[in-house]
Nanobody
Framework: QVQLVESGGGLVQSGGSLRLSCAAS????????MAWFRQAPGKEREFVGA????????AYSESVKGRVTISKDNAKNTVFLQMNSLKPEDTAVYYC???????????????????WGQGTQVTVSS
């Protein structure tokens, strides 16, 4: 069983930056594909980005591409989401997700991701 714990959310002004962290338990973290999703009030959960296990290939949604970077520290069992140039529309609960398998590029946005964190709130004020 894998447990994911997000941190780093908070309130930031438009144009600011935040770095979210997701700490994972489990011995096979290096083999996981990790992703970030977000859900704004009244909206469906949407894909933000993912990093694949073997080759560290990354994929991002068009809405955040160029403003966010996903990285993975296998030694610390942690994945990060660096977000820059934040906009009010980035306000959401951000969730970390993990898949204990290699995902092809076309599956990075949809998974399946078996494990989910509890989420961390990001609020961007205008």
């Amino acid at each position: 069983q894998v447990q994911l714990v997000e941190s780093g959310g908070g309130l930031v002004q438009s144009g600011g930056s935040l770095r979210l962290s997701c700490a994972a338990s489990g011995q096979a973290f290096s083999s996981y594909t990790m992703a970030w999703f977000r859900q704004a009030p009244g909206k469906e959960r949407e894909f933000v980005g993912a990093i694949r296990n073997r080759d560290r290939y990354t994929a991002y949604s068009e809405s955040v591409k160029g403003r966010v970077t996903i990285s993975k520290d296998n030694a610390k069992n942690t994945v990060f989401l660096q977000m820059n140039s934040l906009k009010p529309e980035d306000t959401a609960v951000y969730y970390c997700a993990a898949a204990d398998r290699y995902l092809i590029v076309s599956s990075l946005r949809s998974g399946p991701y078996e494990y989910w964190g509890q989420g961390t709130q990001v609020t961007v004020s205008s």
